[in-house]
């Protein structure tokens, strides 16, 4: 990945960067291809609700070389649940709730990013709700 940056005003960041406001950085990312899995299901309990409920597996595409906190892209398990509430022909409450169950991985020594990432230890989850209308007209 190449970052480019140009017209950059602050007097003291371009000091700290050692250049006048345009520079270009390079990470070498070097992501592997992920292959991903997704497993669900969606159950009528009755005409007002209907409940989901979902799985993901996706392999990490990032090696120990080049892992680093900006891009913690490690995670490799999800659990979904959700549900329709229909509270009547043409409206309905849409929810969901998502987890990303914790991943860590330790940085390679040397890191291929920076010596400051050294066998440092990333880590990532995620909870997420979700909350939609539906209208039908």
Same mark, same amino acid.
């Given at each position: ?37 997704? $497993? %669900? *299901?969606?159950?009528? +309990? =009755?005409?007002? &609700?209907?409940?989901?409920?979902? @799985?993901?597996?996706?392999? /990490? ?19 979904? $649940? %959700? *549900?329709?509430?229909? +509270? =009547?022909?043409? &409206?309905?409450?849409?929810?969901? @709730?998502?987890?990303?169950? /914790? ?35």
């Amino acid at each position: 990945m190449e970052l480019s940056m140009t017209g950059g005003e602050n007097a003291n960041i371009n000091r700290m960067m050692g250049n006048t406001g345009a520079f270009t950085l390079s990470f070498p990312l070097e992501w592997k291809d992920s292959y991903i899995i997704h $497993a %669900g *299901g969606e159950y009528d +309990l =009755s005409k007002m &609700f209907t409940f989901r409920l979902g @799985y993901t597996y996706g392999t /990490n595409p990032v090696p120990e070389t080049t892992v680093f906190p900006v891009f913690p892209a490690i995670v490799e398990n999800h659990v979904m $649940a %959700g *549900g329709t509430l229909n +509270l =009547s022909p043409k &409206f309905a409450v849409n929810f969901a @709730y998502e987890m990303a169950l /914790n991943k860590e991985q330790v940085a390679s020594n040397p890191s291929t990013i920076a010596s400051e990432y050294n066998s440092s230890t990333s880590s990532l989850q995620t909870m997420l709700f979700h909350l939609s209308l539906t209208w039908k007209y």
